[in-house]
């Protein structure tokens, strides 16, 4: 089975400053990596995935993830955040190539930018 | 459609009532997920369906929840004897073979009163 860890539930940040939202896994199989990310009164929408390949994903908005294979991570970072980016981001993984097995979610990291 | 559909959008019902919610997937998406969103819980994992494999249904929360899926596509989740903790929003995503993307529905925000 596998599970992840989001470390913070909340992280407030000001406006232009750099932000990291840490996530954590675990899994006995290899793993596909994914951020979500849920803007106020909006669906979930995809902010970024690690498949294969480089360790380093870049997503949408300026986001990037790297995958730590040996720390079970894959963190979220952006050099320097909008006030649009606040929203709720949940980090996901599910077993690389099993089929009958369901995207399992962190339980979210709000992130509130202010000016 | 372009996206996943969920229907309602809103439900407000009695507690102890039926409900019944619906998702229109993806066309040609093989796998379906119904989650639960509720304050602080994150994403909930309640239920799976891929293809004509068995659902995986390791996240209903009790016996008075259950989902099927319909010629592979359109799926029902059904909430018996709602409780006021059911209150939640329940998402429905779809996704091809091999889960490497889903794709969510706005939601449906259930309200027991």
């Known amino acids: 089975a596998q599970s992840v860890t989001q470390l913070d539930s909340q992280v407030p940040v000001f406006e232009e400053a750099p932000v990291e939202l840490r996530c954590n896994y675990s899994?006995?199989?290899?793993?596909?990596l994914f951020w979500y990310v849920q803007y106020p009164n909006q669906g979930l929408q995809l902010l970024l995935k690690?498949?294969?390949?480089?360790?380093l994903v870049k997503g949408i908005n300026g986001f990037e993830a790297e995958f730590n294979k040996s720390q079970t991570s894959f963190h979220l970072r952006k050099p320097s955040v909008h006030i649009s980016d606040t929203a709720e981001y949940f980090c996901?993984?599910?077993?690389?190539?099993?089929?009958?097995?369901?995207?399992?979610f962190g339980k979210g990291t709000t992130l509130s930018v202010s000016s | 459609g372009a996206g996943v559909s969920q229907s309602p959008s809103n439900k407000v019902t009695e507690k102890g009532k039926d409900v019944e919610l619906r998702c229109d997937p993806i066309?040609?998406?093989?796998?379906l997920y119904w989650y639960r969103q509720s304050l602080g819980q994150g994403l909930e994992f309640l239920i799976y369906f891929q293809g004509n494999s068995a659902p995986d249904k390791s996240g209903l929360p009790s016996d008075r929840f259950s989902a099927e899926r319909t010629g592979g596509s359109v799926s029902t989740l059904t909430i018996q004897r709602t409780q006021q903790e059911d209150s939640a929003v329940y998402l429905c995503?779809?996704?091809?073979?091999?889960?490497?993307?889903?794709?969510f529905g706005q939601g449906t925000r259930l309200t027991v009163v």
């Open positions: 995503a779809s996704s091809s073979t091999g889960n490497t993307e889903a794709f």
């Open positions: 899994s006995s199989v290899s793993v596909y």
């Open positions: 996901a993984v599910s077993p690389r190539n099993q089929a009958g097995t369901a995207l399992i």
């Open positions: 690690y498949l294969s390949g480089s360790t």
């Open positions: 066309s040609g998406h093989t796998a």
